[in-house]
């Protein structure tokens, strides 16, 4: 009886272990490394390019412009803000961006990644955000809880007002201004790639086009303290100036805590392996 008793402990040890690789593979499903080959077909230089997503599970959005005008300022292919594509599995938030704005451009640079967890209620409450490029004493792909966001100079859609205020303004951050730092993620700002190259053309219209690629686990954002853990949510990115700027929102997915899935599935497979004991033992 200790030998079988052994074997079961063993076999925990063993499932236990399993679960954990399956939590850690989960955390990073995509190679953030700037190449859309996992998120998107191979590109044909049509605007159906931003829609031949992968895998039903992942969600996007995009507005892909070419006009001088881009709403609500200024600047044609350069502050063009492209496409969001998200993807949630469990905890972990895997997230794409493509714009425009090349993250070593002078001037106006590429903004924070802003997220709201509370949209439904206040378009203006971003809670969290991730750095894109090192600014201000922060540190590309930091991760912080947000107290104070940086906004852009439009008011309104064509209304230059730089240092003036609006709803319009409060509700589309463009980077991280000061908060509290949560950790942090590995997160790429390069040249977009497909299969290890640059694309001849993705979306309708030319010129050149980069990524931001990350992979967030969620559980690091402590949702479930905020008591945030069931909202939907919004993804949120726009270049420093706002000229432009896309967000995404996502459907309310649970965001359980990954030790008690573990308990729970370390749980049931001791309640299998009992089972299997008490076969062999009648």
């Not at 090349?102 to 509370?118: C, E, H, L, R, T």
């Not at 997160?187 to 030319?206: H, V």
């Not at 420093?240 to 459907?251: F, S």
Request: proline fraction near 4%; charged fraction near 15%.
């Amino acid at each position: 009886m200790a030998n079988a008793n052994s074997l079961l402990s063993k076999s925990l040890q063993v499932a236990a272990g399993a679960v954990l690789l399956t939590f850690a593979g989960a955390t990073q499903a995509i190679t953030v490394d700037g190449d859309i080959n996992d998120w998107l077909s191979a590109p044909q230089g049509q605007a159906s390019d931003w829609g031949n997503v992968l895998r039903s599970s992942i969600s996007h959005v995009d507005e892909d412009q070419n006009s001088y005008y881009l709403d609500p300022g200024y600047g044609g292919q350069v502050y063009d803000v492209e496409a969001i594509l998200a993807e949630q599995m469990g905890t972990s938030l895997n997230i794409a961006i493509v714009t425009g704005r090349d993250p070593n451009a002078s001037g106006w640079s590429g903004g924070d990644i802003s997220f709201n967890f509370d949209f439904g209620v206040d378009a203006t409450s971003f809670e969290f955000g991730i750095v894109t490029r090192d600014h201000d004493g922060m540190t590309q792909g930091d991760v912080y809880a947000v107290s104070d966001w940086n906004y852009g100079i439009w008011t309104a859609p064509n209304v230059y007002n730089p240092s003036g205020s609006s709803l319009y303004k409060d509700s589309h951050p463009v980077n991280i201004q000061s908060g509290s730092l949560l950790g942090s993620v590995n997160l790429e700002y390069t040249d977009l790639l497909y299969n290890g190259s640059s694309p001849n053309q993705i979306g309708e219209f030319a010129g050149d086009h980069f990524m931001i690629e990350t992979s967030l686990d969620l559980a690091m954002l402590g949702l479930v303290n905020l008591g945030l853990e069931d909202d939907p949510y919004r993804i949120h990115w726009a270049p420093n100036c706002n000229n432009d700027w896309l967000q995404l929102d996502m459907p309310a997915t649970h965001v359980s805590e990954p030790g008690a899935l573990l308990l729970l599935t370390i749980g049931l497979v001791g309640m299998a392996g009992r089972r299997r004991m008490s076969r062999k033992t009648k």
